[in-house]
């Protein structure tokens, strides 16, 4: 029995639309029976749900907000009665109260299918030791990623994330070929594999790498520092979890699993769908989830989809690597700034000089903006000359000067002397809140 069936990856254009239509003209029709906010949305715009022929409509139907899922906590959205429900996962977020999200057992098997598809895809299988280090509980990371490596076939190892020496001890004794983190932890694994000396006794070949962004050069240096190819997996708690979308071999935008979740780009300040390829506001709607399905949410990821077909053959469209989300943009001095951008350039100018650990800094002082950005220096750079230090600073502040249209003081730090993150790195201490 394959573990998912090769040709829903393949479908064609109309044979897409086709199936999508019918799943969401069934969801609309499942929500609008069983999830009140939703029904009084639709009945607020005027809108039933036959009215939703296929995805041509799909433009008619309201938006959902993260703020639904806080008003209608704990269960308030779920479309299925509880019994129904086998698994619960929730996520905190920076701000504000958590939300929960849940799932019936044909929800945990589209998980599973999502993940097991990407697996395939590049290559992991029966023969290989996959070493989840994505955090488990409530968090979507670990546990969403293990029911798909069992799919297909592959050792388990459910390590969640932290304590460091015991994962490279771990990676060296089980053999672990395929490393599942965020790519922050997958730096500092590689940092700490480095300072230990122990590469050459690591078997890994792959990395599956996601829950944050992280830019191309972040991805050549893991790849460099561990000697794999790392590839990007991205979901969010609202919609499933980890595999909404994933890379294939091409590592060139990854595959939105289209028969499962419809992606639209919208601009986040009219709404409006914009054309393929523009950037914007990702917004999704789910097309097979029982207990809580989603439509048209809003995820204030950042990011752009990319119209033309893949190199791989897949026929699902691919959306570029997210830029970072728009509750993450902070605006410096009116300036849409997004932490991402702040990486590209570190890495861009690095030369082995810097790591790719950073912080922002922003303040208020006198009614303007202060923009800080603290940078590690290695250990082999790291020196007293000050002539040194001074000149690597400004070569940081121009680059970054050019990139982002202001002017941020750039400050060396010592090596090690930035928090690490096991998880999702925090890049942002913005400390402005109540400062007129
Ligand atoms: O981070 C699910 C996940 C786990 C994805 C493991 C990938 C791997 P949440 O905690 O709900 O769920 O956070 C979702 O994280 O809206 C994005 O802003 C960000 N994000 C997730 N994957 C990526 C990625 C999980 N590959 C939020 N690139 C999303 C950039 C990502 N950002």
């Known amino acids: ?52 022929r296929g995805v041509e409509d799909l433009g008619k139907l309201p938006f959902s907000y993260k703020s639904d899922l806080r008003d209608y906590y704990p269960y308030g959205l779920f479309a299925v009665p509880m019994e129904q429900v086998v698994r619960l996962h929730a996520s905190s977020g920076t701000t504000g109260r ?80 395929v490393l599942c983190c965020t790519p922050s932890y997958a730096m500092y694994l590689a940092e700490e594999i480095e300072k230990l000396g122990v ?3 690591l078997k890994l070949r792959v990395g599956v790498f996601g829950a944050e962004p992280w830019s191309e050069k972040m991805r050549a240096e893991i790849e460099a520092k561990l000697g794999i190819k790392a590839y990007d997996i991205y979901g969010l708690s609202e919609v499933m979890g980890p595999g909404v979308a994933c890379e294939c071999p091409e590592q060139s935008g990854m595959h939105v699993w ?33 207990a809580f399905p989603v439509i048209r949410y ?14 791989c053959g897949r026929t699902h469209i691919r959306m570029a690597k997210p830029a970072g989300r728009t509750d993450d943009m902070l605006i410096i001095r009116g300036v849409n700034v997004f932490p991402s951008q702040i990486e590209e350039v570190l890495l861009a100018v690095s030369g082995g000089e810097i790591t790719p650990n950073y912080r922002i800094v922003v303040d208020r002082v006198n009614n303007t903006d202060t923009f800080e950005v603290e940078v590690e220096m290695s250990e082999s750079f790291f020196s007293d000359n000050v002539r040194m230090i001074e000149t690597f600073e400004r070569r940081i502040t121009e680059q970054l000067r050019s990139t982002l249209g202001i002017g941020a003081k750039v400050r060396l730090v010592n090596p090690n002397s930035l928090e690490r993150s096991e998880g999702k790195a925090k890049r942002v201490l913005d400390l402005r809140a109540g400062k007129i």
């Not at 097991?116 to 968090?139: E, P």
Request: aromatic share 8%; charged share 30%; net charge negative.
């Open 1 to 52: 029995m394959p573990y998912f069936d090769e040709k829903n990856e393949t479908l064609s254009e109309e044979q897409l639309r086709k199936l999508q239509s019918e799943r969401l003209r069934e969801t609309v029709r499942r929500s609008y029976e069983n999830v009140e906010c939703f029904r009084r949305r639709m009945d607020e715009a005027g809108i039933r749900p036959e009215d939703v």
């Open 298 to 311: 809003r995820t204030r990821d950042v990011c752009r989809l990319i119209p033309e077909r893949c190199r």
């Open 199 to 201: 590469r050459d006794r």
């Open 258 to 290: 289209e028969d499962h979740f419809l992606v639209e780009i919208i601009d986040p300040d009219t709404g409006r769908q914009l054309p393929p390829g523009e950037s914007g506001e990702l917004v999704f709607t789910s097309l097979t989830k029982e």
């Open 98 to 177: 958590r939300i929960v999200v849940g799932y019936t057992e044909n929800d945990l098997s589209m998980w599973e299918e999502c993940i097991a598809r990407m697996l395939t895809a590049i290559g992991v299988g029966k023969a290989d030791v996959v070493q989840i280090s994505f955090g488990y509980g409530l968090f979507t990371g670990g546990f969403g990623v293990h029911g798909g490596a069992q799919r297909v076939g592959a050792t388990v190892i459910p390590i969640s994330s932290g304590n460091t020496q015991n994962q490279i001890r771990t990676m060296i004794d089980f053999g672990a070929t």
